[in-house]
């Protein structure tokens, strides 16, 4: 409307100046004229137009970015993204994926098989801007992303991109909770992330609480095959694995790894050598199902590993993965109530691990998908080499927990 008005303005201007010049001679000034005015009329119309109106938020990043009124598509780029979308149950918003999350084996695809039908933007783990530009999205979401690169982003796309902070269950719950807290103003889903933020936070209070109420005499656990960037052996850990923490066990690996290229101070994933797994001998192993296929083949006897006390006395567990595309919350709060159970029965006796991993799945998905992340990544059993073991044959190596 503005535009137009301009516009019709501009035309009477414009007939006058004619009507005035065919009455006077030396006219030639006219045309610096209608050119100032050319140039005034076309940059009040484009001063009118914004391309991304509606709300004003601030991302994890500090930037000031413009989001739509009521989003109604979304793409999610980067580690980790499409889980907080499944976390946030808005997951029918996206409207195309990375190309590598359509072979992925994760949970909030299990959750969200549809997702994996979405047309892609790019391949593997790397997005296409012309694909980005052309889809069109309300808006995209992004974590592990510079703000430079967000900006860039958004000028070639010209699409809103928000950066969200990733966070952990450990010293930047915080920065979850954050960015809990603003996927929900977003998405006018404000309680979804309130009940997100209460289960996640009383769970971990529960496990703790139980914890220091323990009877047993204290323990020392180290877990291997934590995922990096890919698949790794038994000699890949964590320091400070989270459902450890939860549970006030003594990690043998706590004093290793500070990070140094990471988004705060805290630690990551580290690459020990054998020979220091052999010297720590833990009480107890845990290994990580996301690296089964390496660790497997690396404690097939005879094994550099076979001195270690949890192998000779059949106290090694397998455990949910950690890392795959990132950390996974509901894998972590799942272990805390299994290693729990395992370690402190005195305070965990009433628990049955199986059904509360059950509840985090729910909860967090809002789908029932335990048995198949059970039956696919066969988390919760007793890990035993059979060459220690001569009285005991594979029938035998139940689950440590039930799974109805």
């Given at each position: 409307?503005?535009?137009?008005?301009?516009?019709?303005a501009?035309?009477r201007?414009c007939?006058?100046?004619s009507?005035?010049?065919?009455?006077?001679?030396?006219?030639?000034?006219?045309?610096?004229?209608?050119?100032?005015?050319?140039a005034?009329?076309?940059?009040?119309c484009?001063s009118?137009?914004?391309?991304?109106?509606?709300?004003?938020?601030?991302?994890?990043?500090?930037?000031?970015?413009?989001?739509?009124?009521t989003?109604?598509s979304?793409?999610a780029?980067?580690?980790?993204?499409?889980?907080?979308?499944?976390?946030?149950?808005?997951?029918?918003?996206?409207?195309?994926?990375?190309?590598s999350?359509?072979?992925?084996n994760?949970?909030?695809?299990?959750?969200?098989?549809?997702?994996?039908?979405?047309?892609?933007?790019?391949?593997?783990?790397n997005?296409?801007?012309e694909?980005?530009a052309?889809?069109?999205?309300?808006?995209?979401?992004?974590?592990f992303?510079?703000?430079?690169?967000?900006?860039?982003?958004?000028?070639?796309t010209?699409?809103p991109?928000?950066?969200?902070?990733y966070?952990?269950?450990?010293?930047?719950r915080t920065?979850l909770?954050?960015?809990?807290?603003?996927?929900?103003?977003?998405?006018?889903?404000?309680e979804?992330a309130?009940?997100?933020?209460?289960?996640?936070?009383?769970?971990?209070?529960?496990?703790t609480?139980?914890?220091?109420?323990?009877?047993?005499?204290?323990?020392s656990?180290?877990i291997?095959?934590?995922?990096?960037?890919?698949?790794?052996?038994?000699?890949s850990t964590?320091?400070?694995?989270?459902p450890?923490?939860?549970?006030s066990v003594y990690n043998?690996?706590a004093g290793?790894?500070?990070?140094?290229?990471?988004d705060?101070p805290?630690?990551?994933?580290v690459f020990i050598d054998?020979?220091?797994?052999?010297q720590?001998?833990?009480?107890i192993?845990?290994?990580?199902?996301a690296?089964s296929?390496?660790?497997?083949?690396?404690?097939?006897?005879?094994s550099v590993?076979?001195?270690?006390?949890?192998?000779?006395?059949?106290?090694?567990?397998?455990?949910?993965?950690?890392n795959w595309?990132?950390?996974?919350?509901?894998?972590?709060?799942?272990?805390?109530?299994?290693?729990?159970s395992l370690?402190?029965?005195?305070?965990?006796?009433?628990v049955?691990?199986g059904?509360?991993?059950?509840?985090v799945?729910q909860?967090?998905y809002?789908?029932?998908i335990?048995?198949r992340a059970?039956d696919?990544?066969?988390?919760f059993r007793?890990?035993?080499?059979?060459?220690m073991?001569?009285?005991?044959?594979?029938?035998?190596?139940?689950?440590?927990?039930?799974h109805?």
């Amino acid at each position: 409307m503005h535009k137009a008005a301009g516009l019709q303005a501009f035309g009477r201007f414009c007939r006058a100046l004619s009507d005035r010049g065919g009455q006077k001679q030396g006219g030639s000034w006219h045309l610096p004229m209608i050119m100032i005015m050319t140039a005034v009329v076309a940059s009040s119309c484009g001063s009118s137009r914004q391309p991304h109106e509606g709300r004003l938020i601030t991302d994890s990043a500090g930037r000031q970015v413009t989001v739509p009124d009521t989003v109604k598509s979304v793409i999610a780029l980067k580690s980790g993204t499409l889980r907080l979308l499944s976390y946030m149950k808005v997951t029918h918003l996206v409207s195309h994926i990375e190309g590598s999350e359509q072979r992925r084996n994760v949970l909030y695809l299990f959750a969200n098989p549809h997702l994996r039908e979405l047309p892609p933007i790019g391949a593997g783990n790397n997005y296409d801007t012309e694909l980005l530009a052309a889809a069109a999205p309300d808006l995209i979401l992004a974590t592990f992303m510079s703000p430079l690169e967000a900006d860039r982003l958004e000028q070639l796309t010209r699409r809103p991109v928000v950066l969200l902070e990733y966070g952990d269950l450990g010293e930047r719950r915080t920065k979850l909770f954050g960015t809990l807290t603003l996927l929900g103003t977003i998405f006018h889903r404000e309680e979804r992330a309130d009940t997100l933020i209460n289960y996640i936070e009383t769970t971990i209070n529960e496990c703790t609480r139980r914890a220091a109420a323990a009877t047993e005499k204290p323990c020392s656990a180290y877990i291997g095959g934590v995922a990096y960037n890919g698949a790794h052996g038994i000699t890949s850990t964590e320091p400070d694995y989270p459902p450890f923490a939860m549970l006030s066990v003594y990690n043998v690996a706590a004093g290793l790894g500070l990070r140094v290229n990471g988004d705060a101070p805290g630690h990551e994933v580290v690459f020990i050598d054998p020979e220091q797994l052999i010297q720590w001998n833990p009480d107890i192993l845990f290994l990580d199902a996301a690296g089964s296929r390496i660790w497997e083949e690396e404690l097939a006897a005879p094994s550099v590993f076979s001195p270690l006390k949890a192998l000779r006395e059949g106290k090694a567990y397998t455990v949910l993965p950690y890392n795959w595309n990132t950390t996974n919350y509901e894998n972590l709060l799942c272990n805390a109530w299994y290693i729990g159970s395992l370690l402190m029965p005195s305070a965990f006796g009433d628990v049955d691990a199986g059904q509360k991993g059950r509840e985090v799945m729910q909860l967090l998905y809002g789908a029932d998908i335990y048995d198949r992340a059970v039956d696919y990544y066969q988390p919760f059993r007793q890990y035993l080499d059979f060459s220690m073991h001569d009285n005991i044959s594979s029938a035998d190596t139940l689950p440590a927990i039930r799974h109805e």
